[in-house]
């Protein structure tokens, strides 16, 4: 069984950073795509970015501002959010999927995924 732990999250004046950071257990290789989600009250869950052996993938909404990295050594997936906006307040979830992202699309669709953490929320006041 795979638990994916957050931390990290807080609350930010816009134009600040936050570094989110997930916590992997159990059984997760290299081969598996991780994710970032994000839900913001009376949204639906979308994804931020994700990561598998040969390519990361972002939302256009965050391209050039977060950067996601894993180290599978430690089994932690990280999130850096730099020139944070007050839209991207939000729960953040780390997700975790058996197989590869395949492509843009695919890796941002919550059905892709087998595990969740609990959430970290981020707030941005402008």
């Known amino acids: 069984q795979v638990q994916l732990v957050e931390s990290g999250g807080g609350s930010v004046q816009a134009g600040g950073s936050l570094r989110l950071s997930c916590a992997a257990s159990?059984?997760?290789?290299?081969?598996?795509?991780m994710g970032w989600f994000r839900q913001a009250p009376g949204k639906e869950r979308e994804g931020v970015a994700a990561i598998d052996t040969f390519r990361t993938f972002y939302a256009d909404s965050v391209k050039g501002r977060f950067t996601i990295s894993q180290d599978n050594a430690k089994n932690t997936l990280s999130l850096q959010m730099n020139s944070l906006k007050p839209e991207d307040t939000a729960m953040y979830y780390c997700?975790?999927?058996?197989?590869?992202?395949?492509?843009?699309?695919?890796?941002?669709?919550?059905?892709?995924?087998?595990?969740w953490g609990q959430g970290t929320q981020v707030t941005v006041s402008s």
């Open positions: 159990g059984y997760i290789d290299s081969s598996y795509c």
């Open positions: 997700a975790a999927a058996r197989g590869s992202c395949y492509y843009s699309d695919y890796a941002f669709r919550t059905d892709h995924y087998n595990y």
